[in-house]
């Protein structure tokens, strides 16, 4: 008889081994948040990159007081998000001559979320050209 044969009296049965069981954890300490990411669907990680946009939107318009925000780069940056917007506000010199005017500066400002998506810094500057490429 062989190892992993057993017979009876009728009928001889074959008995095949199972593969052992991996008794070490599958996840070792700071991978799992990696795996975990990796194994998000591509909808999931696209739709938490809209909704950074929008609260980087809703934190330009409450901080400058204005109407419309358009979101034309968000990066993730580590644990972070880095958005960028561009806004058109009154001139400010026109505005502090105390002259009424419809002209308005488009200027682009870079903001910076926590991976909670709440605000952490945002600066005014020039639009990045080299970052979106």
């Not at 081994?17 to 999931?44: F, H, L, W, Y």
């Not at 696209?46 to 409450?62: D, P, S, T, V, Y």
């Not at 991976?115 to 050209?129: F, T, V």
């Amino acid at each position: 008889m062989s190892n992993g044969e057993k017979t009876g009296n009728a009928a001889s049965v074959s008995v095949k081994k199972q593969p052992s069981v991996r008794s070490e954890p599958v996840n070792k300490a700071g991978e799992a948040d990696q795996i975990a990411a990796e194994a998000q669907p591509a909808t999931c990680r696209k739709m938490r990159c809209i909704e950074a946009g929008e609260k980087a939107g809703e934190f330009l318009q409450k901080i400058l007081k204005v109407k419309d925000v358009k979101i034309i780069r968000v990066a993730k940056a580590g644990s972070c998000w880095e958005i960028e917007a561009e806004v058109y506000e009154e001139n400010s010199f026109v505005k502090s001559l105390g002259l009424s005017t419809k002209m308005q500066d488009r200027n682009y400002y870079s903001v910076t979320l926590d991976e909670n998506l709440e605000a952490q810094s945002y600066e005014r500057g020039a639009k990045s050209e080299s970052k979106g490429k």
